[in-house]
């Protein structure tokens, strides 16, 4: 029973460089999320994602774009890595219907940027 | 932004009752409150939720006031590995949100032998 699956678990990037996060899960759940948190700090809504097909901005979505191809998968990336970008990113899922029932987190992936 | 407001950190004597508090004095009607918890380098894990009434489940007990301005975390006997940021959120179902979490800094719970 894997949940919510994150790769990769750490990277170190240069500034300028790209990449991608992956999010899996195998809960069949419609709603998928990306946070980051930095030190000291709760999450923050980078992204989300209401379904296949579809996502939407949170609260600090500048510097990163998601993809939902897949309703299993949701897909952060980051077009020209920055140093501000050096954080731990989460990803989450809930199901759809269901607002009051709890999201599910995976481990995260932490993330340099020199 | 975080509709709650908790004490920076706490902490609670192995073997004996945690009891975490929680302000959200702007709660409306329709909203939930939830508590999850982090433990150092994981994920957030759910631990309960609530909309008025007492709830228990294996992990904890939750208390709401009657006038759901607060409410309590309960861990009736906590321990060494119950050492964590504990985050209370009041789920914002305002437009779009569609199931948002507002995370605020939390309490940082420390159990000690």
């Known amino acids: 029973n894997a949940g919510v699956t994150q790769t990769p678990k750490f990277r170190v990037l240069k500034t300028g460089q790209s990449m991608t996060l992956l999010c899996a899960q195998d809960m069949n759940h419609e709603y998928m999320y990306w946070y980051r948190q930095d030190p000291g700090m709760g999450l923050r809504l980078i992204h989300y994602?209401?379904?296949?097909?579809?996502?939407a901005k949170g609260e600090v979505p500048d510097g990163y774009n998601v993809s939902r191809l897949k309703k299993q998968n949701f897909l952060l990336g980051l077009e020209s890595a920055a140093p501000s970008q050096t954080s731990v990113y989460f990803c989450?899922?809930?199901?759809?219907?269901?607002?009051?029932?709890?999201?599910?987190f995976g481990d995260g992936t932490r993330l340099s940027i020199l | 932004d975080a509709k709650t407001t908790q004490p920076p950190s706490m902490d609670c004597a192995e073997g004996r009752a945690a009891n975490l508090p929680c302000n959200h004095s702007t709660i409306s009607g329709n909203e939930y409150v939830y508590w999850y918890r982090q433990i150092h380098s994981q994920g957030p894990q759910y631990i309960i939720h609530g909309l008025k009434n007492n709830e228990t489940n294996e992990m904890a007990s939750l208390i709401i006031t009657e006038d759901r301005k607060s409410s309590t975390l309960i861990l009736p006997h906590a321990t060494l590995r119950d050492t964590a940021v504990y985050y209370c959120?009041?789920?914002?179902?305002?437009?779009?949100?569609?199931?948002?979490?507002?995370f605020g800094r939390g309490t940082q719970l420390t159990v000690w032998p």
């Open positions: 989450a899922s809930g199901d759809r219907g269901l607002p009051n029932q709890p999201q599910h």
């Open positions: 994602s209401v379904g296949e097909g579809t996502t």
């Open positions: 959120i009041v789920r914002d179902d305002r437009g779009s949100t569609l199931g948002r979490l507002y």
